[in-house]
């Protein structure tokens, strides 16, 4: 084989192997007629600076939007006694519906009297994103006497719950809240780490791939991504978010919910790409180690056998986190 043919072919294996991990593992949009402009000639990102919320209707299996950026839309539905709020992770949004079978799930089985879904900018920081989730809250619980809440979060999203819960006091119960993450990177992930010290090449294969789906402006339309964005450099294991994060005093501050914590156990399409970025994971991208991390104190926890992609899709997740709600 000339020369020439196997650099091709190592591009092309590169490029696979790439896919699976940022356009599977990170974004939402793997369903082809989702994605970008191929050419990735896309706007330049614009931070959101905002949020938008959803609720859940379950007679139609959808996401009903009734805060867009920031300004409510919608009727606040009632609140009952065990709301619930999903939060997504990088690179992806509640439209995809990736939480509509747990939805459904927590909602049938009564331990959900209504689900709601926080949708953010991924590309910009952990710390003011958590603030927009705690001004979501702050509408959602306008009075003086509030429910037991549940929170769940994957990847990304459980840090945004985090950053919320350790450093405020919240308009929820005074105790006896829920927070569940789902392989967050509590203490980080390599591949953070490993992306934003590629070489050129690899970047520019990541950025394409990421540029082709997943990653939005605040109105809803695909736009370019930076391996730099502050959202990537807080899910790095030395960033200076998660040093103040965990810091003696602040982990395990959190008086008005328990923690629970999920990790996935099978890196599945990943790993390949593991070995090509020079990392170690368990799930694909986060390890078991930081997915749940003893730290934090988690009432309860568990491993699924599956990867970073699918863990919140997953029956045995769904059924994991049914058994940790009341």
Not at 143 to 172: C, K
């Amino acid at each position: 084989m000339a020369l020439k043919e196997k650099s091709i072919k190592r591009i092309l294996i590169r490029l696979i192997c790439l896919l699976a991990v940022f356009t599977l593992g990170c974004g939402s949009a793997s369903d082809p007629e989702t994605l970008a402009d191929p050419t990735n000639q896309l706007p330049s990102h614009l931070n959101w600076n905002t949020y938008n919320l959803y609720v859940f209707e379950p007679s139609t299996q959808t996401w009903n939007k009734i805060v867009s950026l920031g300004s409510q839309t919608g009727t606040i539905p009632a609140l009952g006694n065990h709301p619930t709020i999903f939060v997504h992770g990088l690179g992806s949004d509640i439209r995809d519906g990736t939480f509509t079978l747990m939805a459904e799930d927590l909602l049938q089985q009564g331990k959900a009297s209504v689900v709601f879904g926080f949708e953010y900018d991924t590309q910009d920081g952990i710390t003011p994103n958590s603030t927009y989730f705690t001004a979501a809250l702050q509408l959602l619980n306008p009075g003086v006497s509030h429910p037991t809440w549940s929170f769940i979060g994957h990847s990304m999203g459980g840090l945004v719950i985090r950053a919320s819960v350790q450093t405020n006091v919240l308009p929820i119960a005074a105790s006896g809240n829920k927070v569940v993450t789902l392989a967050t990177p509590h203490f980080g992930s390599p591949v953070a780490n490993a992306v934003q010290s590629a070489d050129l090449v690899t970047q520019t294969l990541v950025v394409g791939l990421l540029n082709q789906g997943g990653f939005t402006n605040a109105d809803g339309n695909p736009s370019k991504v930076s391996l730099q964005s502050q959202g990537i450099t807080d899910l790095r294991t030395d960033s200076q978010f998660l040093g103040v994060l965990n810091a003696v005093g602040n982990i395990n501050n959190h008086p008005q919910a328990d923690y629970y914590t999920v990790a996935g156990t099978d890196l599945g399409t990943f790993a390949r790409a593991n070995s090509l970025l020079g990392v170690s994971t368990d799930d694909g991208l986060v390890t078991v180690a930081s997915a749940n991390p003893p730290q934090l104190m988690p009432v309860g926890t568990g491993t699924v056998a599956t990867d970073h992609t699918h863990i919140e899709t997953d029956q045995r997740t769904i059924l994991l986190v049914r058994s940790f709600l009341p």
